[in-house]
């Protein structure tokens, strides 16, 4: 499985499956929540209303990956993974954000997409260390198992989040 690096727009890449930085509502919010459900349009709203409509208390958890149509976007599917909330690390937060990677991995393998790219998942508003975030990502990723995926893709807000992304990656245990 090819791992690239970028600093880019999430909502104009060419994959099967952009992931979608969530919250726990699934109906859009800021940041690249917010990007994506613009970028998307009305369609996506829907299908996300829908969604929440079929879980138990109307709600995503923590940790979980939530498929649906991509709306006006490019790809063909968002998978929507609520991070955790950054407390001090002790409270289960690694466990969570791997889950939210791993999900939404085992999301893109259930629709049999070639390529799937993700965001900085909660370090944004959700206070998650840039660092620690993205060694969490990228070995929760180099230890998935393809079937389907040919290609993940970190897509990153900033040329400094990319540099952190890209020395982890060649990082030699």
Known sequence: MDIEVITGDITKLEVDAIVNAANCGLLGGGGVDGAIHYAAGKELFEECLKLVEGLPDHR???GQAYLTKAGRLPCKYVIHTPGPVYRDGQHGEPELLA???ENSLRRAEEKGCASIAFPCISTGV???PKEDAARIAVKTVQAFSPVSLQKVVFCCFSPGDEA?????L???D
């Not at 952190?164 to 982890?168: G, L, N, S, T, V």
């Open 60 to 62: 995503g958890k923590t």
């Open 126 to 128: 959700y206070g998650y």
């Open 164 to 168: 952190i992304y890209k020395r982890i």
């Open 170 to 172: 060649n990082e030699k």
């Open 99 to 101: 889950s939210c990677y």
